[in-house]
């Protein structure tokens, strides 16, 4: 089965810089897209950015678009999002995702991480 790892979270202050991971254990990435959301107290999960199962393809929220970029080895069984001039409202949970689809959904990923939280201090 898939098993995803999310690591790399963190408190920064605005304007700063963080690498976000996403280990596999289980199955390779190889046939799979992959996906970041992100989520914070009392607002439902949101899109972050999409990839498609080779990483030629890429997708990403307004909010992040310019900012953020999402990659995947599929060699190395890791999913990575670099983010970059972060602001206090990227603050949040952020979970890496598997499916079949890279969609903007939650609910079009099958497999999930445990979260990991990003700060970010004004």
């Known amino acids: 089965q898939v098993q995803l790892v999310e690591s790399g979270g963190g408190l920064v202050q605005a304007g700063d810089s963080l690498g976000l991971s996403c280990a596999n254990s289980g199955r390779t990435f190889t046939s799979y897209a992959m996906g970041w959301f992100r989520q914070t107290p009392g607002k439902e999960r949101e899109f972050v950015a999409a990839?498609?199962?080779?990483?030629?393809?890429?997708y990403y929220a307004d909010s992040v678009k310019d900012r953020f970029t999402i990659s995947k080895d599929n060699a190395k069984n890791t999913l990575s999002l670099r983010m970059n001039s972060l602001k206090p409202e990227d603050t949040a949970v952020y979970y890496c995702a598997a499916g079949l689809s890279p969609g903007t959904s939650w609910y079009q990923y099958d497999y999930w991480g445990q979260g990991t939280q990003v700060t970010v201090s004004s």
């Open positions: 990839i498609n199962w080779s990483g030629g393809r890429t």
